[in-house]
C-alpha cells in the first residue's frame, strides 16, 4: 500500500528562504533596501532594464538553457517575477523543457514561493487524487524544488546575456584566427598564429 504524502512545512520554509536567497543573488534589483514604506503597489507593464535578468546555461549534449526572470509587481512586502525557462532543440518534443513560473517573494520574512506554473495556480499544500488539473500530491512541494534547482544550476553554471554574446563572439573570433592560421604552410602555421591573433580585428 502507497504510503500517504504528508506536508512538511518546515522543509518548504527551508526551501523558501534558500530559493530568495538565490534569487536576490541573481537579480540584485529584487533588494528593496531603501523603497518608500508609503509607496503604492506597482504593476509593471513596461518593465525595465534592471527589473530583467536574462541567463544562458551550458548542459552539455549541444543542449542551452535560457532562463529569463522579470520582476512583474512590486508592493510594500512583496514581489512578484515571472520565471521563462527554455531548453533548446527539447522544447518541441519535451513540455517540461519550456516552463513559466511565476513567484512570490515575501521581503518581511525573506522566502519565495511558487504560486503558479504554465498560468495554472497551485495555492494548496497538498492535493487529493486524482483532481481536475491533476496535480501530484506533492505539486507544490515539486515546483519549489524545481525552481530551487535551476537557481542553483544558474548561480554555478549560467552567464549573464552579456557575458555570453561577448563569449561567442570570442568564440567566432578565436575560430576565425584558426582559419586563417590553417591557410598558412605548416612550418608557419604556429610561429604567425600569435602575430594574428594580435592583429586581428575585433568586434
Known sequence: MKKKYRFDIKAMMANCELNYLRLC??????????????????HLEFCPAEDQKRCHIDLGADRLAHLQLMITERCRFTTMVNLHLNIESMSQVCQAACVNLSIRLYHDVNMAEVVACNQQPSRLASY????????????????????AEWLSITLKQGLSEKVFLDAQSDFVWLASVEASSAQLPPAKANSEVVSLAQNAPRS
Do not use: V
Not at 25 to 42: E, W
Open 128 to 147: 487529493q487524487y486524482p483532481n481536475e488539473l491533476m496535480f501530484q500530491p506533492d505539486e507544490k512541494e515539486q515546483q519549489n524544488q524545481f525552481l
Open 25 to 42: 543573488q541573481i537579480m540584485p534589483a529584487l533588494n528593496l533596501d531603501g523603497l518608500d514604506d508609503a509607496s503604492d503597489n506597482q
